[in-house]
């Protein structure tokens, strides 16, 4: 996970600052939030706080230490509100001041943590409750939801916690004598940090006993069913026990979280997480954007009063691309980590059809149909059959005298046969199979309106596909590629040799590729598995290595993502690419393109 400075060796580009208009913000964020008025108003109001919380914890403080049913009153006053226990009687500390600071609490860590949590804990053991928060680093995230733990571990009766990170380092880095740097470290810091007498009261003179206070583990004294438990992110997390509530940090950077999900749903039925993004791929992106019953937050950099745009602008020039989007702008198309084709962005490689001519038509049918597709290019379709996984298909129009490459339309299903593809590529679905059985497939919304698009186009003139389609069921006896010519789908199987060559060729020719604008959200399946071709392309990554390298691990991730992926691979195989120094490249550009300067159409050849 980045910590939002470029790495060692990294050469950055000095970036031209941002005006208020040009920020980034999320969906609902008012420009005002930016404004620098605003800023300093929100800035004076706090510090006043500060100011008078200080004031009165001098005043509490010395009057509990004497005043015993003035304690009495305090410690119901705490157990009441959690606010009042943060602000009045907890400390934080922040390595780029050096020193302790009061955790008195903004007005957007009430609203977006404090509350959410305190519903949450009232939920029936027959009720479930999911929170989850997309943040920005620094706006003291971790922080609140870790006081929250503690508060509900001091004076709530029988009630457990786990707790999970990334790295168990991240959860507990040395018991008694581990830093702030861990979630346990943090927890320790603010009980040591208590008043003598209310540290007493909670927990007696027991916390330093190892007894209570271990590795990845406490226990309140005084209410021995009281315990927060600590684990790193794997498949073994939340199995083996159950828990009042489940807590994990940065739970996007975290692959195993997926597979953890399922163990959760018996361990606790009350779950929170946050994270900067780290891509679509994650859990936590299925709990922001999936139908899921989920209580979602999102806390911007903006909100905080001390950052404000020149803050931003200063954070930027120290930054990578992938730092930007994941620590600052919660990007997670961006964000995404050893990606594919880094080069690839939705604002420059898809393009909105050109507005269509009054009664323009190319052999009785019409030019304009809401994507980049041109009746006057050859149409070409590319599968990957997914014979026992997803599978995927391309429509594609290479134009040579351009020297570039147009993606018009793309499908993906799981758990289905090669048959069902058919209607797509015929523009109809068949009123029966070839063996003169009723059609058994069914098709939604989405799929219809594609098949019925598809219609309206010339047939494709070329049709590729992975060799992989050419092994011969067992079952079945025939290859798919011999279904689909029983429906008049003549097949050409490309094999790849080399996957690494064939990536490094595919990164080239995304330089000459166009997408339509349509692809960017045209979804026909769930979300859970079927990624839109806009997710395909920036979400395709190489794997992570298992022990935690920074070294790419040249293989992509096998996921849902992969097979519109392999599609373009097949499919660049089939290009030879125009000459760079005489040809502009297609993404982002407007083309002033020679004819002499592009290849002559020539039938598909496998590339050495």
């Not at 208020?20 to 008025?37: A, C, K, N, Q």
């Not at 934080?92 to 977006?112: A, H, S």
């Not at 050859?378 to 129009?397: E, F, K, R, T």
């Not at 799981?414 to 059985?437: C, H, M, N, Q, Y």
Request: net charge negative.
């Amino acid at each position: 996970m980045s910590d939002g400075i470029a790495e060692i060796g990294t050469v950055v580009e000095l970036r031209p600052p941002l005006t208020i208009e040009e920020v980034p913000l999320p969906p609902g964020y008012p420009r005002s939030t930016l404004d620098p008025f605003n800023k300093e108003m929100q800035k004076a109001k706090h510090e006043e706080k500060i100011r008078r919380v200080l004031e009165k914890r001098v005043e509490i403080n010395k009057r509990a230490k004497d005043d015993l049913g003035f304690r009495k009153t305090v410690m119901e006053l705490c157990k009441r509100d959690p606010s009042f226990f943060a602000n009045y009687f907890l400390w934080t500390y922040d390595d780029r001041i050096g020193f302790d600071l009061p955790l008195v609490l903004y007005d957007f860590q009430e609203e977006k943590l404090v509350e959410p949590y305190i519903k949450m804990c009232s939920t029936g053991i027959r009720e479930r409750a999911t929170l989850c928060v997309e943040k920005s680093r620094g706006v003291g995230f971790t922080w609140v939801e870790l006081f929250l733990r503690l508060h509900s571990f001091s004076f709530r009766d029988n009630w457990s916690i786990l707790l999970g990170a990334v790295h168990v380092l991240d959860v507990d880095d040395g018991g008694q004598e581990a830093t702030h740097e861990s979630l346990f470290g943090k927890l320790r810091y603010m009980i040591d940090h208590l008043p003598r007498w209310m540290r007493d009261d909670l927990f007696g003179t027991y916390m330093k006993n190892d007894s209570f206070n271990k590795k990845l583990l406490l226990k309140n004294p005084f209410k021995p069913r009281n315990i927060i438990v600590g684990k790193q992110f794997g498949s073994m997390f939340g199995r083996g026990h159950r828990y009042s509530e489940v807590f994990g940090d940065e739970i996007a950077h975290a692959d195993e979280m997926k597979n953890a999900d399922t163990s959760l749903k018996q361990t606790t039925n009350r779950f929170s997480g946050g994270s900067t993004p780290c891509g679509k791929h994650t859990f936590h992106y299925q709990l922001m954007r999936g139908q899921l019953k989920v209580v979602r937050r999102t806390i911007h950099w903006s909100e905080h009063p001390d950052l404000d745009l020149d803050w931003y602008n200063e954070q930027r020039q120290h930054a990578t691309d992938l730092a930007i989007a994941q620590e600052l702008d919660i990007d997670y198309e961006s964000s995404a980590g050893h990606r594919v084709l880094p080069e690839v962005k939705i604002a420059t490689h898809f393009w909105q059809p050109d507005e269509p001519e009054p009664n323009v038509t190319y052999e009785g049918r019409g030019v304009w149909d809401g994507t980049i597709y041109v009746p006057m290019l050859p149409l070409q379709v590319v599968i990957d059959p997914g014979i026992s996984d997803a599978m995927a298909v391309i429509w594609g129009q290479p134009d040579l005298l351009n020297g570039e490459w147009r993606v018009v339309d793309y499908v993906q299903k799981e758990g289905v046969a090669i048959d069902w593809i058919v209607p797509f590529l015929l523009g109809s679905i068949p009123k029966t199979t070839f063996r003169g059985e009723p059609w058994h497939h069914v098709y939604n919304s989405v799929e219809l309106s594609i098949i019925e698009r598809h219609g309206r186009w010339l047939a494709a003139e070329e049709t590729f596909g992975d060799a992989y389609g050419t092994n011969r069921s067992i079952a079945e006896g025939q290859t798919a590629y011999d279904v689909l010519e029983k429906y008049g789908i003549d097949v050409c199987p490309i094999s790849i040799s080399s996957d690494l060559q064939a990536i490094s060729h595919l990164q080239s020719f995304m330089r000459h590729v166009k997408i339509s604008k349509h692809l960017e959200n045209q979804r026909n399946g769930s979300q859970a598995t079927t990624p839109t071709f806009g997710e395909v392309i920036t979400q395709w990554r190489y794997r992570k290595r298992a022990d935690g390298s920074p070294t790419i691990n040249l293989t992509p991730v096998h996921d849902e993502y992969c097979h519109g992926g392999d599609c373009l691979k097949m499919w660049a195989q089939t290009a030879d690419l125009p000459d760079p120094s005489r040809m502009p490249i297609a993404a982002g550009r407007v083309h002033d393109a020679q004819p002499s300067a592009v290849s002559n159409p020539r039938p598909y050849r496998p590339r050495r």
